[in-house]
């Protein structure tokens, strides 16, 4: 299985080698993608780094204090987003925190180059192996194995590095901004749909539910009376999924189907044998 290995920058490109070489130990039928090169990686986009991408099946982004902010990085983040699910685009922060994310990068799922979380994407990265995949007490003792080189080699990477102790990458304000917009944002979405529904439309639909069970319960009614009863039901079920639709697409391709419901039984006329049939 490939792996896309992307980074931007020094820092960046150290620690993508390494990621390079520890992989395949800890995982040995992955296939690091990882181009040496920035020009290679400018002039030749749009032919053996495109190919290597849609080949792959997990990106990972090195992110650093460096390139954080770089157009490259976002660039391949989108590229990487466009070319397989939002969930297998793996940014590993290196030196920074997801606090010091901003911007396009904040969409995706992160990791912290530290051992717990980066375990978890070895784990990601073990199940996209489907039935070649190492089992979890195999994969624990090797992460085991494997993690103090990993770490030792990152390690040796930041004492080699320069400005690591420079001013925190977003400011108190910016922070605090993201958090008042994020709480803005929050109870603006619980309050709607709260506010907005309307409780006599729940208990018109469960009234009628209930009847329909009662109904089922005691053996009354056929196809056609069970059909009349959910049809029933439906100017109210109308009203609750408008107050969601356009939120989810799963939800819109439910209100779709509910608009081409017919209500009506379906079934096969049986004839009826005359005296002419009988042959005796």
């Known amino acids: 299985m490939k792996v896309f290995i992307s980074w931007s920058g020094d820092d960046s490109k150290r620690h993508a080698e390494v990621l390079r070489n520890w992989l395949p130990a800890v995982l040995q039928l992955v296939k690091p993608y990882f181009t040496p090169s920035d020009v290679e990686k400018g002039t030749r986009w749009n032919t053996d780094i495109a190919k290597e991408l849609e080949s792959s099946e997990i990106g990972i982004l090195c992110v650093t204090r460096d390139n954080l902010h770089s157009d490259w990085v976002i660039f391949e983040a989108g590229a990487l987003s466009k070319s397989m699910d939002k969930a297998h685009v793996c940014p590993v922060l290196f030196g920074i925190q997801n606090t ?14 530290e051992k717990d979380d980066f375990k978890k994407l070895v784990s990601v990265i073990n199940n996209k192996l489907g039935n070649d995949k190492l089992p979890a007490k195999v994969l624990d003792s090797v992460f085991e194995k494997w993690w103090p080189e990993l770490e030792a080699e990152i390690q040796r990477n930041f004492a080699e590095l320069e400005d690591h102790d420079e001013e925190p990458v977003r400011s108190e304000r910016e922070l605090l901004e993201e958090v008042l917009e994020l709480s803005r944002s929050t109870a603006r979405n619980v309050r709607r749909p709260l506010s907005s529904i309307s409780p ?9 539910y209930i ?6 319960v005691a053996g009354q009614g056929g196809y056609q009376e069970t059909l009349d009863s959910l049809e029933s039901m439906k100017k109210a079920i109308d009203y609750l999924v408008k107050q969601f639709q356009g939120r989810r697409p799963e939800m819109d391709e439910m209100i779709e189907r509910l608009e081409t419901l017919t209500f009506k039984h379906e079934h096969e006329e049986t004839s009826v044998p005359t005296d002419d049939d009988i042959p005796f």
């Open 211 to 216: 009847s329909l069970h009662d109904d089922q």
């Open 200 to 208: 006599r439309a729940i208990q018109d639909l469960l009234q009628k």
């Open 100 to 113: 010091d994310l901003a911007g396009p990068l904040k969409q995706f799922q992160t990791t912290e180059f």
